[in-house]
């Protein structure tokens, strides 16, 4: 049975969850709709990507006898300066998800919930990923600076560089 505060604390990682997946499905939107499709690809890809990092929230939460919440969310940013401005957004997003995640699991210690421990250790090393992807993402942006070119090509390859993470992931 999961400790009152670690249910509270898990559903408010359910909430975090839902909300990346939204703020990455309206940067894939306005993606889409600028021209940039490689990007789009990306962004949709991370966004069911993180509903699923929501949904497994939801079933651990259930299945040890806690009882999932599922809220509302705010309105995600709608539009964005540039890609550049749409990918800092991401990295940006993900550093605050990683000291969210950081935190659960000092929760978890405090309560000495080792199994929680254990299952959060899962995000742990997904942070780890996501963080070093979108850095990576985000090195070759600022190379790239305002030239269109680099932009194409970017765009290009962006989309490659998330088949290549939904690749590692599936083979978790
Ligand atoms: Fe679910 Fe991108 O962290």
Redesign the pocket.
Known sequence: MLHKEIEEALNMQVAS?SD?SNLYLAMASWAETNGYEGSADFLYQHSD??RM?MLKLVKYINERGGHAKITSLGEPKRNFDSLTDVFEGLLNH?LK?SEQINELVHICLQRRDYTTHNFLQWYVA??IE?EALARSVMDKLKLIGNDKGGLYLFDRDVAQMSVISAAQNTAQ
């Open positions: 969850e990346s990507e993180e990092h993900e998800v997904e942070q996501e």
